[in-house]
């Protein structure tokens, strides 16, 4: 399970369930690698007393991309997952930041050959504090494991398979004693973390990897890129980055709906700008933070509201 503590109600096929009673067959266990999922924030606004969820449009559009490339059907329209992503939270009585994690997977009887076709979803729920308000600098290295690349797997999309490559490099660095780990694809250009984008800043410039680079398509890089050029002014470059630019940048974060805005403090032992959080990604902290709780008001479109 994520998360300490479960959920009453999950969302599964259809019906609130309740936690005890949401179960597959042990032989059936193996399902992750079967499956796609999303990875969603509903964020808690004190004054107003209420939740708000940040993209959902955007992330379901992702899980329905996911679907599709993964010739996966389902009997639910994203109408239907829509509303199910807030009931889930409305059920469960939220009043705290918490993850929404739709998940689709294929019968686990279906062989290799036959991967195609229906499939069973449910949608579970965790709180999940954000930690935007403690913006400690990560320390990171590059990878010696490559990237998937779009001919081996869709890192594009969210399909569990992909996070093996993903654990196998992150477990790898967390043993040489690092927090987190950028990797290469394989033309050997920075890719990603294994659950975030980066970004960086040289010269005044933010420059992230393109949507080609076998990165994930990230909601939270897309959403940064807007706040980068309309919130702050920022020039903000989508182009391939060597790993000798990180050594010399001035400034790293990484970006992703878990990651949210974390700043890089040295990779390879090398020292990013001064070794905290920079100035450029304090303001991507604070404009991002306002943003999704609906402090600030502008992108109403946003965020959806949990009645
Ligand atoms: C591999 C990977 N890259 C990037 C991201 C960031 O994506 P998003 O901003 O859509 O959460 C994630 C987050 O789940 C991820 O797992």
Redo the contacts with the bound molecule.
Sequence with gaps: MWGDTPPEYLWYDGKMTPWNDANVHVSQGHIFAHSIFE?IRAYWNDEEERLYIFRLKE?LD?LYRSIKLMRMTSEFKIGQVTSASSEVLTINGYKEDTYVFPTVFFDPMVYLNKMIGPTHMFIHTFPHASKLDKPDGASACISSWTRINDNILP?RV?CWA??RN?AIAWTDASLKGFDETLLLNSRGKIC??????VMMLQNGVVITPPVTAD??E????ATLIQIGREVLGLEVVEREIDRTELYTADEIFL?????EVSPISSIDNYTVGAGGIGPVTEQFRRAYNDIIRGIDTRYEEWRTVVE
């Design positions: 990875g992330h992702r890192a969210k992909n996070y993903s990603e973390a294994p659950g975030a984008c990165i994930l990230s909601v939270t890089r970006c992703g709906t878990g990651a």
